[in-house]
């Protein structure tokens, strides 16, 4: 390529485009950038509201009254399997197949599918992506896949009728809302249920009545072994040790799983080994269980529900009514056999000699005495049956357990304890709905059996039971309802994260043996309840084909098990939850509505922190990851789609305003002078971010080609990990060294602005000239002023105007279907330029989880064989250990004192280049 | 029902006129959590001392020819109190002398007289108190090793000591003594240890579980008010624990879940019924909750036997301690539990004198003092006796059966040596 040229054109483009106000004055010197900067915010104040729906908030915003509209397209069209959910339409018995329900004798467990609202998508730019990375539709999977949501809903037996109308309301029976809408007026006399429990046969005359279905029974035992088959191999984090109060989750590797030994404690104990899907045996049980801990429990203390017993028994001391070793030994151990004082020689054993009644004794006591001797009890049989088989892995579920905490703790205690160490409990998440999972799975033709393992990603709308172990009722759907529960919750929340006064830890066990101790005080009332989300089902997510090792591959870089990195990053974003809301609000026009929507969000994740901050381990396993995700989540919830939407764009259009002078400049250098300044500007615009509090009250002291220069010069390598000379000798070669010429680059970008505009294209332009395919990889969904790949061809084509390299690209990338370039004449010489293109990345998190990314993604990186990570969410927070089958360039500059001291040992503002070639 | 009187206060008077006639020997305690259980040995007054080689029964076999010891022929008595009334067994030692006379007829062991063994959580916990009213000292045996020499003892030595029970069958079982180890050992007291028996002296507790004998009392007298384990049992007796427990029929509207063999009769859940109705603890019949509270317990610990059993390759399960008593229903149930969940591999096998294991074992004990020789060897029990007279009050019981000497004396002899 001629340099000159290349600059000449870009000034002829230029002058073309005067149109684009404010051009002129960034062709000036920058002197007066700041004035301009404050007169193009107030000029596009309103305008940039106006049109905010462009992008795609709007298509999002009209979602809820979309479906109709969209189906019938596919139907018509039927081509594009991202948003074909309709091979459940036409067959009425498939509809029914969104429910399913395990009645047990205390609680009615119920999972029903929900079709994933429609994800604002630009199919002809999709499409065309697509042909150029030679995907055809149907060539990966031979029919369409349902994406959408599965739901977890519990109520009590004895409120039944609360569950029809649930059923009947959201019409799930007959295939829910939308099929309603579709088939109004078809009877359902022929639909049928799958249900498991006892209940099934019980119930199922009032199910026929109340809403005209048959229930068709399944076996429990099927249906809770498909049930925690299925939980395990498809939630990645399902599965959990709990030890003296502290969970830690267990990868289960898929290859390894069997067998292992199920135990089922619901009424009753059931205890299976399992040896395959559908390979199990029922090898043993326990007529003490839940319902005796209930029924007893019922007995003597007259608890109205198991949820009140269980609680009660938190602050129970259960020294006053068992009997303990010291008891017996006159406070001295009996050492010689391992029993020390403080052991439970027997249960209830002190009600026997003291003369007191039963009113003489606390609830309290009795609830935690009891539930000691059961979970103990069970946890001890347990243990001799693994061992009987000679099974490694235990795993706990059923609704007795409730992901309380001493439940836990006792029955891995005595797993552990009997086993020596060689044998550990675990307790599965999902634990009370195996049988209902199963009884769903167990539908046939719903074609998701095979596809659900590996697509599911767990989200935790405030709708879902939020305080786990209690009936909650229904989820909330609608966005009004959310808003007045989340504010009904809060006048809740103070109560339900009050401290509860705990018994003193360390003074009782089961058994003649110690009691697991808790963490006394840490340990609150509903410390320990697991919340048990709506499961996404994502077909379209699969794992990133270049990753050098995906089975330990842990996107994750700061671990937020340690408490002082949960702390400070609880703060970080508490402090930055107000700035946001604003944004928040601003972005929807700052109406009552939103401002109400605003509130409630902030509520709502506040409320999510402050329950993580107790007990980190309530989502699921905690990395900093999941935690900016929910954020995004939380906001989409209360649907603010987009909330960094004008913010973004003006920021775009600034930026892009001055581009054509920062590519003269680059252009006027040589090669190797060239590849510097270009890293240093990716460092350098990667300032740019308002995910970064430093970063934020920089924007309020300058204009963005202000700080951008600023930040440039201060690029001065050594950079704090500086591999710049490797990629350079990489890329340029060095002596005998040949360049290596990389086929095709993926470029994962990050924020708008100044940092897409002024620091990856130009990087992308360079790899294009130098030969490389580019994919430009960019979120699937708004994340503070991430861009997305739906913003993307719009902010290509604007640089194009500029630069015929990058035109000449996206022409042949096909970026330019919608924008102003009419697509037939540009592609007559696409053949003779490389591509860029787009492809979202499946996330709409700052961070990224490269065991989820998009199938366009992965279908890009089939023949990818550079990676470049910009940024501190995906090539820091995440990413930063990862390895991959090629080479990868991790870029980003560090806008957190914290997180620079700990990782590169640097400060704030220090830059990580890091090269690795290819494993 | 057979039922074996804790020691009353009424009998006590009786108790003494009769065992004043005889000469107390050697004494042996086990101070449990919930009951204290005694050993003694008492000199029959027709039954001189003989010195010399041999008893008058000519059954010792003695074979030390020691011309200075001593073989007394007597009856070994089992006695019981409630640990809560601790101060009946004082007295009873006190009415009986034992502290003045060492416990022992020649008073030619002067040194040792305010000794007594004993073994059970109680023999520390009690010790000052002994010390303090009777001026005995408690000689503390481990609780495990008198358990342990107590069973070996009794399979060993006395002929009909074990049997199964099935289905309100009792059998008397021939234990090979050469063929006597390894067994499991489960004694059921308060608590209940498991212990893996491999010769004299030589075991382990490999496991144990604190659902025993006191939780059955305990919960027990919270949820019916009985006022005594022997109350609570017969209760028990005229119970129907399908009305509190949950049933597999009540699960399954009646059926089987054959799949998985269970029967519909099978308990799906101990007390599972009171969960859902709309009754309180009131609302059932005290008969009903103890069989209930019966089930579940001896169901519970004949399945952690078994697994144990299992899982160390041991043939027999012997059931002692004091939650049995001979009752049929428990020792039914615990012999379908591990029928159950053996398939009719293992058996459950019991002891006549179950809850005396640890007070046997304590008494054993003083042949290592070189005080009694040879003891276990001349043991020799003459008759499966006529009941115990310290535990005749029971005789009056009128639903006591045939066998219902299941703690009753024992006619031995013992060899001292001097």
Request: negative net charge.
């Amino acid at each position: 390529m001629d340099n000159l040229t290349e600059a000449q054109q870009l000034q002829q483009q230029q002058q073309q485009s005067l149109q684009i106000d404010c051009l002129n004055e960034n062709t000036n010197s920058n002197s007066d950038n700041k004035n301009s900067k404050t007169q193009r915010e107030q000029e596009r104040g309103g305008g940039g509201e106006k049109d905010m729906g462009h992008i795609g908030g709007n298509s999002i915003h009209r979602s809820s009254s979309r479906p109709q509209l969209d189906l019938s397209g596919a139907a018509i069209q039927g081509n594009f399997e991202e948003r074909d959910p309709t091979i459940l339409l036409p067959n009425q018995s498939d509809d029914i197949s969104h429910l399913a329900l395990d009645i047990g004798g205390s609680l009615i467990k119920l999972v029903y599918f929900s079709r994933h609202e429609d994800r604002p998508v630009n199919d002809r730019i999709k499409r065309t992506i697509k042909e150029r990375l030679g995907i055809s539709n149907g060539s990966r999977r031979s029919y369409p896949i349902l994406g959408g949501r599965l739901h977890f809903v519990k109520f009590e037996t004895t409120n039944i009728n609360e569950c029809l109308d649930f059923i009947s309301s959201k019409q799930l029976h007959c295939g829910g809302m939308d099929a309603r809408l579709w088939h109004s007026g078809v009877s359902n006399e022929n639909a049928v249920i799958k249900a498991t429990g006892g209940g099934a046969f019980k119930y199922a005359d009032l199910f026929k009545e109340r809403l005209g279905v048959s229930i068709e029974k399944e076996d429990e035992m099927n249906c809770l072994v498909a049930g925690a088959n299925f939980l395990l191999k498809a939630i990645r984090h399902e599965a959990f040790t709990h030890m003296e109060g502290h969970k830690a989750f267990v990868q289960i590797d898929h290859n390894d799983l069997f067998p292992y030994l199920l135990v089922n404690i619901g009424s009753g104990v059931s205890m299976i080994k399992v040896d395959g899907d559908g390979k199990f045996q029922r090898v043993s049980g326990t007529n003490v269980g839940g319902g005796t801990y209930w029924g007893l429990g019922r007995l003597l203390t007259k608890c109205k529900s198991f949820d009140e017993l269980l609680e009660l028994s938190q602050r129970g001391d259960n020294r006053t009514i068992d009997m303990l070793v010291g008891d017996i030994y006159g406070g001295t151990d009996y050492s010689k056999i391992g029993l020390s004082a403080s052991t439970i020689a027997s249960s209830f054993g002190k009600a026997i000699s003291e003369n007191k009644e039963l009113e003489d004794y606390r609830p309290e006591d009795i609830s935690l005495s009891l539930l000691r001797m059961i979970s103990y009890n069970i946890g001890q049989i347990s243990y001799l049956n693994a061992l009987r088989f000679g099974l490694k892995r235990i795993f706990f579920g059923g609704f007795f357990i409730r992901g309380h905490a001493y439940t836990m703790d006792t029955i891995s205690f005595a797993v552990q304890f009997w086993s020596k160490g060689a044998a550990q409990a675990m307790f599965l998440r999902h634990e009370g709905f195996l049988g209902a999972l199963g009884a769903f799975m167990s539908y046939e033709k719903h074609g998701l059996d095979d596809l659900m393992v590996h697509q599911l990603v767990e989200r935790f709308p405030m709708g879902a039971p939020y305080i786990g172990g209690n009936v909650h009722g229904p989820p909330l759907g609608d966005l009004n309802e959310k808003i007045s529960w989340m504010e009904k919750f809060i006048l809740m929340g103070t109560e339900i994260t009050a401290p509860v006064p705990m018994s003193p830890p360390g003074t009782t066990g089961l058994g003649g043996f110690e009691v697991p101790s808790s963490k006394g005080d840490i340990l609150r009332s509903d410390a320990s309840k697991l919340n048990v989300g709506v499961l996404h089902l994502v077909p379209t997510l699969e794992v990133f084909p270049l990753l050098a090792d995906p089975k330990t591959y842990e996107p994750n870089t700061i671990d937020l098990s340690d408490p002082g990195e949960l702390e400070y990053w609880f703060t970080v974003l508490s402090g930055h939850l107000p700035d946001l809301v604003d944004k928040a609000v601003a972005s929807e026009g700052g109406t009552d509505d939103a401002k109400r929507r605003g509130d409630a969000f902030a509520r709502a994740f506040s409320a999510h922190l402050a329950r993580l901050m107790e007990e980190p381990a309530a989502y699921g396993k905690l990395g900093l990851a999941n935690l900016l995700e929910l954020r995004e989540e939380c906001l989409r919830e209360f649907h603010f789609f987009d909330a960094y939407r004008s913010i973004k764009q003006r920021e775009n259009e600034a930026s892009l305003a001055v581009l054509p002078d920062l590519l003269m400049e680059i252009d006027s250098m040589d090669e190797e002078t060239r590849l510097l300044t270009l890293i240093e500007g990716v460092l350098a615009a990667n300032i740019f971010d308002w995910g970064s509090r430093a970063c934020v009250d920089l924007y309020h002291e300058g204009t963005i080609i202000e700080i951008y220069k600023m930040s440039r010069k201060k690029m001065q390598r050594p950079w704090r990990v500086d591999d710049f000379d490797a990629f350079n000798e990489r890329v340029l070669g060095s002596g005998e060294k040949k360049p290596c010429q990389y086929k095709r680059a993926l470029l994962f970008v990050d924020n708008s602005g100044a940092d897409i505009v002024l620091g990856m294209l130009p990087l992308a332009r360079e790899l294009l000239r130098r030969g490389t395919e580019v994919v430009l990889v960019a979120n699937s969904l708004p994340a503070l002023n991430d861009v997305t790949a739906m913003e993307l061809p719009e902010i290509v084509a604007e640089a194009a105007k500029h630069c015929d390299i990058l035109r000449r690209a996206a022409e042949a990338g096909g970026l330019l279907v919608d924008a102003m370039i009419n697509i037939q004449d540009g592609t007559k010489d696409s053949s003779s330029s490389l591509p860029l293109m787009v492809v979202e990345n499946g996330c709409g998190s700052p961070c990224i989880d490269l065991r989820q990314v998009s199938s366009e993604l992965a279908d890009a990186a089939k023949d990818a064989d550079l990676v470049i990570l910009e940024g501190m969410g995906r090539s820091l927070h995440t990413n930063f250990n990862a390895k991959f089958t090629c080479d990868a360039l991790k870029l980003a500059m560090v806008k957190n004192q914290r997180l620079a001291e700990k990782l590169i040992n640097g400060n704030i503002y220090d830059c990580v280049c890091r090269f690795e070639p290819a494993c | 029902m057979d039922r074996n009187g804790v020691m009353e206060g009424e009998l006590e008077g009786k108790e003494m006129n009769k065992c004043v006639e005889e000469e107390v020997s050697h004494l042996a305690l086990d101070i449990g959590g919930s009951l204290i259980k005694m050993v003694y040995f008492c000199v029959s007054n027709n039954c001189s001392v003989h010195q010399g080689i041999l008893s008058s029964k000519g059954s010792c076999g003695l074979s030390n020819g020691n011309a200075n010891c001593s073989v007394l022929k007597g009856k070994l008595h089992f006695l019981k109190f409630e640990t809560t009334k601790i101060n009946e067994c004082l007295e009873f030692l006190s009415s009986k002398q034992f502290h003045r006379n060492g416990g022992y007829c020649h008073g030619d062991c002067a040194s040792d007289k305010n000794i007594i063994k004993a073994t059970g959580g109680g023999a520390f916990k009690f010790a000052d108190l002994f010390k303090e009213k009777l001026g005995m000292t408690l000689d503390k045996v481990d609780e495990m090793d008198s358990l342990v020499a107590g069973a070996n003892f009794l399979l060993k030595e006395a002929s009909r000591e074990a049997f199964t029970y099935m289905d309100g069958q009792k059998e008397y079982v021939q234990i090979d003594q050469k063929d006597l180890y390894p067994y499991l050992l489960v004694n059921i007291g308060s608590g209940v240890s498991m212990i893996k028996v491999d010769g004299d002296g030589k075991f382990e507790r490999v496991s144990g579980t604190s659902v025993g004998g006191g939780t059955f009392l305990g919960l027990g007298k919270l949820l019916t008010k009985c006022k005594s384990f022997d109350e609570l049992l017969e209760l028990s007796h005229s119970g129907n624990n399908r009305v509190i427990d949950m049933l597999v029929g009540d699960i399954f509207g009646g059926m089987d879940y054959s799949k998985i063999g269970l029967a519909s009769t099978a308990i799906a859940s101990s007390f599972g019924k009171a969960v859902s109705e709309d009754k309180d603890l009131e609302d059932y019949r005290a008969e009903d909750v103890a069989r209930s509270l019966l089930r579940m317990i001896s169901n519970n610990i004949g399945q952690i036997a078994y697994l144990n059993a299992l899982r160390f390759g041991l043939k027999r399960i012997f059931f002692g301690g004091f939650f049995i008593r001979g009752h049929a229903y428990t020792m039914d149930t615990i012999s379908v539990a591990v029928n159950f969940w053996s398939k009719g591999e293992a058996k459950a096998m019991f002891l006549r004198h179950e809850g005396f294991l640890g007070a046997l074992g304590a008494f054993m004990s003083y042949k290592e003092d070189g005080l009694t020789d040879l003891m276990a060897h001349h043991f020799v029990e003459q008759v499966p006796i006529k009941p115990s007279l310290c535990a005749g009050g029971s005789l009056n019981n009128s639903s006591i059966l045939e066998d219902v000497n299941e703690n009753g004396s024992i006619e031995c002899t013992v060899q001292l040596s001097n």
